[in-house]
T-cell receptor, first 111, second 114 residues
């Protein structure tokens, strides 16, 4: 499984757009990029998944450049309730069951 | 609620006792994964089970830890003779197919060892 590198923490203010970048230089051809969100005392929750270019859902957007060596999770107009840890994972279905979580990015949204 | 259910949510044990953590996967899911999370750290894979089979237990300590997923009933993570270092949050996830992403997580069992 490709190793990922994310910033340890980020601060933002309500209403701002937040972009969290994840580096995965050794991503393999079959690997997908998956982002999870975890609140204190809860399990991780799936946010978004992508393979290339751009993916958007009702919660976030995921931007993946052509070389796929990094990806950026974009959270539009964050609120206080978006304060959480965000994990970037890379893998394919064959090895995906060993989902490897790094330390994640702690996002703190201020009023 | 058809989500992954874990119980108990909090478990307190004294050193030397046994801890049993239960996980009921989402309806229709036959693949279960257990993870351990220490404070300020990411989740660490422990074991992957399919009904009645352990598929991969490479992340599980060799001693005192065991897991099962019987034909009927929840998956059980069992820790014998607990020690202080076993204190952590234990999460269970399930999926419909092997290796599916995303996995669906429960809200964990917080184990505290006195």
């Amino acid at each position: 499984l490709a190793k990922t590198t994310q910033p340890i923490s980020m601060d933002s203010y309500e209403g701002q757009e937040v972009n969290i970048t994840c580096s995965h230089n050794n991503i393999a051809t079959n690997d997908y990029i998956t982002w999870y969100q975890q609140f204190p005392s809860q399990g991780p929750r799936f946010i978004i998944q992508g393979y290339k270019t751009k993916v958007t859902n009702e919660v976030a957007s995921l931007f993946i450049p052509a070389d796929r060596k990094s990806s950026t999770l974009s959270l539009p107009r964050v609120s206080l309730s978006d304060t959480a840890v965000y994990y970037c994972l890379v893998g394919d279905s064959t090895g995906g069951f060993k989902t490897i979580f790094g330390a994640g990015t702690r996002l703190f949204v201020k009023a | 609620n058809a989500g992954v259910m874990q119980n108990p949510r909090h478990l307190v044990r004294r050193r030397g006792q046994e801890a049993r953590l239960r996980c009921s996967p989402m309806k229709g899911h036959s693949h279960v994964y257990w993870y351990r999370q220490l404070p300020e750290e990411g989740l660490k894979f422990m074991v992957y089970l399919q009904k009645e089979n352990i598929i991969d237990e490479s992340g599980m300590p060799k001693e005192r830890f065991s897991a099962e997923f019987p034909k009927e009933g929840p998956s059980i993570l069992r820790i014998q003779q607990v020690v202080r270092g076993d204190s952590a949050a234990y999460f269970c996830a399930s999926s419909f197919r092997r290796g599916d992403q995303p996995q669906h997580f429960g809200d964990g069992t917080r184990l505290s060892i006195l």
